[in-house]
């Protein structure tokens, strides 16, 4: 079993930044891939970006350029850097991360860009 527990979100004007922490429980952090994903009103659930253990980073189009995943594996943390919002980015963002077949995610933390 594996909590995941993000931090960071809130109301930001177009234009501004956030940071979101995820906390991870688990003793294998440093080799787990870890992602962040959103999900806006009435859409689907979509990939942000993720790492693998190795730093190896993903984007999504909408994304790149703007957001940047990272990790610290002393602290089993992930961090979501976003700059340049916009109003479409509002959504429940979402940590994540798997064992085998299991998917674990995180209780999720609301983003809201607008003026």
């Known amino acids: 079993q594996v909590q995941l527990v993000e931090s960071g979100g809130g109301l930001v004007q177009p234009g501004g930044s956030l940071r979101l922490s995820c906390v991870a429980s688990t003793t294998i952090f440093s080799i787990s891939l870890m992602g962040w994903y959103r999900q806006a009103p009435g859409k689907e659930r979509e990939l942000v970006a993720r790492?693998?253990?190795?730093?190896?980073?993903i984007y999504a189009d909408s994304v790149k350029g703007r957001f940047t995943i990272s990790r610290d594996n002393a602290k089993n943390t992930v961090y979501l850097q976003m700059n340049s919002l916009k109003p479409e980015d509002t959504a429940v963002y979402y940590c994540?991360?798997?064992?085998?077949?299991?998917?674990?995610w995180g209780q999720g933390t609301q983003v809201t860009v607008s003026s």
């Open positions: 790492i693998t253990g190795a730093g190896t980073t």
């Open positions: 994540y991360t798997n064992r085998g077949i299991y998917d674990y």
